[in-house]
């Protein structure tokens, strides 16, 4: 039993399996490991980046010790709440992706109370997650809660996750130190093994993707810097106004944080003027999102919270049609289960949409956050890349995860920064000329001083026009699909182009044109999507969501028109600017359609989306220096 389980596990390993799951090279070389060592390793070091699936390859190292009698208990330890949480959540469809069955289907939160210990001796749970803030405040107890559940005559295997916090003499690795030595086998993964100065419990890495690696491979976006010499202008408490770029503002600080300065000088941000740093990384959002037909979505990293807010508003007053939310905790924070909430809108369970298109947050978003839409980050906090890579680093990978259904040459993410970060001298300042953002993310500087070997960053696309039908709605079937009929066509290719979840790695793999086993398996994969997400929408919901897709649009619109006014007439772009121009497209459209949008039904949406389109050219032209705009001239 145990050579068949092994002989299908290195055909998973080569691609050859038929059930749909398909590893990356990295995860089969994780499979292939195991099995040579299976009976004696005890522990097992990986670096893979961000967003290649290191949930995964905890799963899949379960499921081979297992198999092999070797363990019968998983316990994950991860580096804060968040990723608990999320943990819990995704798991267990992780699981069940890759054939692996459960107890109960569910994993259990470690809680210090005896419950853990008893749920795991009846057989009830068999994955257990745990912070290392509780290994390490049951450490310093008389009694061990932890090592309790480690002696409860099972056989455990520990998995580590971002195992560079775990510091040879610091106090998390001490205590995670002890939870190694109870356990059968240790697995430590890590997208940032190295630390500054320090060793790990762990030790060097043994198995090891870099993140060009994993670009070859298709498994994650690539990653270009853009710069933006980035000011802000506030007023202070006595009325004075103020402009700092980032590194002027960190110099203003006398021993202090930013919120304390904040309050102490009565700092105001003012809205009155929109940085470019902010803007043309919000009009490339919106003109993806509109290309792609995705809800792609932008992740920025404020000063502090109060500057989050700033930020909030200026997003929500340029681009009224996205969806923007705001987390932090500290001075001018938000309680945790509000920030909690608003997290996951931004992350929602694999499978599901978002329901936030743009997330500013204070050290609240980093690693563990499996973002998959981020297309657009942009970096404004004043931390100094010296001694913090390893948190930018986990906050650049918030954009590294491919999207699914997306084309291979839009797999990218920007990434922006202050020019006056330290960051933005890779592939300029002296020794660091040749070394671009994703050689620094590898530690790679041997092309210091060199060209950058590389194919070019894409240039920011053009305005172009939303399409006439562009307010359409797709209705999801839940009926039992047995043939692809004409009129199903078209929305199940673009679902066949998109699988990646609990079916397929990566569609390129399926031919469901030639191949009748793949048309197959898409068929039913397409129903159990069918079934399990999409709702038929009621007439009111449709509605509501054209009306969505409107008011972005309309935004859009009225950035772009921005731009225009601005270059003719030497008008800073601003929030009231785009308001205004929002304000005369409505008017305009109201008086085209003959009533406001409050009562429009599905013709009116249908014919406005034609106008929107026409309206849409003609910013084209304009651009080119040609035409007029309707509700500007």
Same mark, same amino acid.
């Given at each position: 039993?145990?050579? *068949?389980?092994?002989?299908?596990?290195?055909?998973?390993?080569?691609?050859?399996?038929?059930?749909?799951?398909?590893?990356?090279?990295?995860?089969?070389?994780?499979?292939?490991?195991? +099995?040579?060592?299976?009976?004696?390793?005890?522990?097992?070091?990986?670096?893979?980046?961000?967003?290649?699936? /290191? &949930?995964?390859?905890?799963?899949?190292?379960?499921?081979?010790?297992?198999?092999?009698?070797?363990?019968?208990?998983?316990?994950?330890? @991860?580096?804060?709440?968040?990723?608990?949480?999320?943990?819990?959540?995704?798991?267990?469809?992780?699981?069940?992706?890759?054939?692996?069955?459960?107890?109960?289907?569910?994993?259990?939160?470690?809680?210090?109370?005896?419950?853990? @210990?008893?749920?795991?001796?009846?057989?009830?749970?068999?994955?257990?997650?745990?912070?290392?803030?509780?290994?390490?405040?049951?450490?310093?107890? $008389?009694?061990?809660?932890?090592?309790?559940?480690?002696?409860?005559?099972?056989?455990?295997?520990? $998995?580590?996750?971002?195992?560079?916090?775990?510091?040879?003499?610091?106090?998390?690795? /001490?205590?995670?130190?002890?939870?190694?030595?109870?356990?059968?086998?240790?697995?430590?993964?890590?997208?940032?093994?190295?630390?500054?100065?320090?060793?790990?419990?762990?030790?060097?890495?043994?198995?090891?993707?870099?993140?060009?690696?994993? @670009?070859?491979?298709?498994?994650?976006?690539?990653?270009?810097?853009?710069?933006?010499?980035?000011?802000?202008?506030?007023?202070?408490?006595?009325?004075?106004?103020?402009?700092?770029?980032?590194?002027?503002?960190?110099? *203003?600080?006398?021993?202090?944080?930013?919120?304390?300065?904040?309050?102490?000088?009565?700092?105001?941000?003012?809205? /009155?003027?929109?940085?470019?740093?902010? +803007?043309?990384?919000?009009?490339?959002?919106?003109?993806?999102?509109?290309?792609?037909?995705?809800?792609?979505?932008?992740?920025?990293?404020?000063?502090?919270?109060?500057?989050?807010?700033?930020?909030?508003?200026?997003?929500?007053?340029?681009?009224?049609?996205?969806?923007?939310?705001?987390?932090?905790?500290?001075?001018?924070?938000?309680?945790?289960?509000?920030?909690?909430?608003?997290?996951?809108?931004?992350?929602?369970?694999?499978?599901?949409?978002?329901? +936030?298109?743009?997330?500013?947050?204070?050290?609240?978003?980093?690693?563990?956050?499996?973002?998959?839409?981020?297309?657009?980050?942009?970096?404004?906090?004043?931390?100094?890349?010296?001694?913090?890579?390893?948190?930018?680093?986990?906050?650049?990978?918030?954009?590294?995860?491919?999207?699914?259904?997306?084309?291979?040459?839009? *797999?990218?993410?920007?990434?922006?920064?202050?020019?006056?970060?330290?960051?933005?001298?890779?592939?300029?300042?002296?020794?660091?000329?040749?070394?671009?953002?994703?050689?620094?993310?590898?530690?790679?500087?041997?092309?210091?001083?060199?060209?950058?070997?590389?194919?070019?960053?894409?240039?920011?696309?053009?305005?172009?026009?939303?399409?006439?039908?562009?307010?359409?709605?797709?209705?999801?079937?839940?009926?039992?699909?047995?043939? @692809? &009929?004409?009129?199903?066509?078209?929305?199940?290719?673009?679902?066949?182009?998109?699988?990646?979840?609990?079916?397929?790695?990566?569609?390129?793999?399926?031919?469901?044109?030639?191949?009748?086993?793949?048309?197959?398996? $898409?068929?039913?994969?397409?129903?159990?999507?069918?079934?399990?997400?999409?709702?038929?929408?009621?007439?009111?919901?449709?509605?509501?969501?054209?009306?969505?897709?409107?008011?972005?649009?309309?935004?859009?619109?009225?950035?772009?028109?921005?731009?225009?006014?601005?270059?003719?007439?030497?008008?800073?772009?601003?929030?009231?600017?785009?308001?205004?121009?929002?304000?005369?497209?409505?008017?305009?459209?109201?008086?085209?359609?003959?009533?406001?949008?409050?009562?429009?039904?599905?013709?009116?949406?249908?014919?406005?989306?034609?106008?929107?389109?026409?309206?849409?050219? $003609?910013?084209?032209?304009?651009?080119?220096?040609?035409?007029? +705009?309707?509700?500007?001239?």
């Amino acid at each position: 039993m145990f050579e *068949q389980f092994a002989a299908s596990l290195l055909a998973v390993s080569r691609g050859e399996n038929a059930d749909g799951f398909r590893p990356r090279p990295g995860q089969s070389r994780l499979i292939e490991w195991l +099995l040579d060592h299976v009976e004696s390793a005890l522990r097992l070091c990986v670096r893979w980046p961000g967003g290649y699936g /290191k &949930t995964i390859g905890i799963a899949l190292a379960y499921m081979i010790l297992r198999q092999f009698g070797r363990v019968n208990r998983l316990l994950v330890v @991860v580096a804060n709440d968040q990723q608990r949480a999320q943990f819990r959540r995704d798991f267990p469809t992780t699981c069940k992706r890759i054939g692996l069955p459960i107890k109960g289907e569910c994993v259990w939160e470690f809680d210090k109370t005896a419950r853990a @210990v008893r749920t795991s001796m009846l057989n009830r749970c068999e994955v257990f997650v745990v912070t290392i803030q509780m290994v390490s405040a049951t450490n310093k107890k $008389a009694t061990d809660s932890l090592l309790d559940l480690l002696g409860d005559g099972n056989h455990w295997m520990l $998995a580590a996750d971002e195992y560079h916090h775990y510091a040879q003499e610091k106090d998390w690795g /001490k205590s995670l130190q002890r939870v190694c030595e109870n356990v059968r086998f240790s697995l430590a993964m890590s997208a940032t093994p190295t630390r500054d100065g320090t060793g790990t419990i762990f030790g060097e890495p043994d198995l090891v993707v870099t993140y060009r690696q994993a @670009v070859d491979q298709g498994a994650v976006k690539k990653l270009w810097l853009k710069r933006y010499h980035y000011t802000v202008k506030a007023t202070t408490g006595d009325g004075g106004e103020v402009e700092y770029t980032t590194d002027e503002l960190r110099q *203003q600080l006398d021993n202090e944080s930013l919120s304390e300065f904040e309050e102490r000088v009565g700092l105001r941000y003012s809205t /009155k003027y929109i940085h470019p740093m902010i +803007l043309e990384p919000l009009n490339r959002l919106q003109n993806r999102r509109t290309a792609a037909g995705k809800p792609l979505q932008m992740l920025i990293r404020a000063m502090s919270c109060r500057h989050a807010k700033y930020i909030c508003k200026v997003v929500q007053e340029i681009a009224p049609g996205l969806r923007v939310g705001w987390v932090g905790s500290g001075p001018n924070g938000q309680p945790d289960h509000v920030n909690a909430a608003v997290i996951e809108q931004f992350v929602p369970p694999a499978g599901a949409d978002p329901l +936030l298109d743009v997330l500013v947050q204070v050290q609240k978003v980093g690693e563990g956050s499996d973002s998959v839409m981020v297309c657009e980050i942009v970096d404004l906090a004043l931390a100094n890349i010296d001694g913090a890579s390893n948190q930018l680093k986990q906050f650049i990978f918030r954009g590294s995860r491919v999207v699914p259904g997306l084309d291979a040459d839009q *797999q990218y993410c920007n990434v922006n920064v202050p020019s006056d970060a330290k960051l933005a001298g890779l592939e300029q300042d002296e020794g660091l000329a040749g070394v671009s953002l994703m050689d620094w993310i590898d530690g790679d500087y041997s092309k210091a001083g060199g060209m950058i070997e590389e194919d070019t960053p894409k240039r920011d696309e053009d305005f172009n026009p939303a399409p006439e039908d562009f307010l359409s709605i797709v209705v999801r079937r839940n009926a039992e699909l047995t043939e @692809v &009929t004409d009129d199903m066509r078209g929305h199940f290719m673009k679902f066949v182009s998109g699988m990646n979840g609990c079916v397929v790695e990566s569609s390129a793999h399926w031919d469901v044109e030639n191949n009748p086993d793949h048309l197959d398996a $898409a068929k039913r994969a397409y129903l159990v999507v069918a079934n399990t997400h999409a709702v038929e929408m009621d007439a009111q919901a449709q509605l509501e969501q054209r009306a969505q897709k409107f008011e972005a649009e309309v935004g859009r619109l009225a950035s772009h028109g921005a731009k225009i006014v601005s270059k003719a007439t030497g008008e800073e772009v601003s929030g009231r600017l785009i308001g205004k121009l929002a304000k005369k497209i409505n008017g305009n459209l109201k008086a085209a359609i003959g009533r406001g949008r409050e009562a429009w039904l599905d013709e009116d949406f249908d014919r406005a989306g034609r106008i929107l389109h026409a309206w849409g050219c $003609a910013i084209r032209d304009r651009v080119e220096g040609k035409g007029v +705009l309707p509700w500007l001239d």
